[in-house]
């Protein structure tokens, strides 16, 4: 008897405890929300960085790419990204781009001219655009 009323006593001592954890509980819809909308913020800006050695060599090489090429360079550096790609050649009429997908981040550039007779290595993608 004495066994029955201190196992009524441990019952009656947990559950207002699970009752506390139950409400505490964050509202799991909630937390998908921000999720998606934080997904989303990351998605929508997505650009490209030019290091400073590409940068330098753009300038060297006296490379213009307007606007519109790097966009569109920009796309398929984030598509190639969503494959898989890490490290990615993209050629363009104009240039040649080593390009780390994974960092988002122009590496090197070289005009198309130059890039005629050179083996490109640690690339795992190739992006060509005309």
Known sequence: MVDKIRFQQHI????????QQSIARPNVSTSKQSFSQELEKATS???????????????ERDIHIDEKQWQ???EKVFEARSKGVN?????????????SAKNATVIT??????????????????IVLT
């Open 45 to 59: 800006s997505q650009q490209l960085k030019i290091s400073k050695h590409a940068s330098v060599r753009l300038n």
């Open 87 to 99: 490290d990615s050649l993209v050629l363009t009429d104009q240039a040649a781009l080593i390009v």
């Open 12 to 19: 009656q001592q947990l559950q207002p405890t699970l009752r």
């Open 72 to 74: 569109r360079i920009t």
């Open 109 to 126: 550039a070289m005009d198309r001219n130059e890039a005629k007779d050179q083996l490109f290595t640690n690339i795992d993608g190739t």
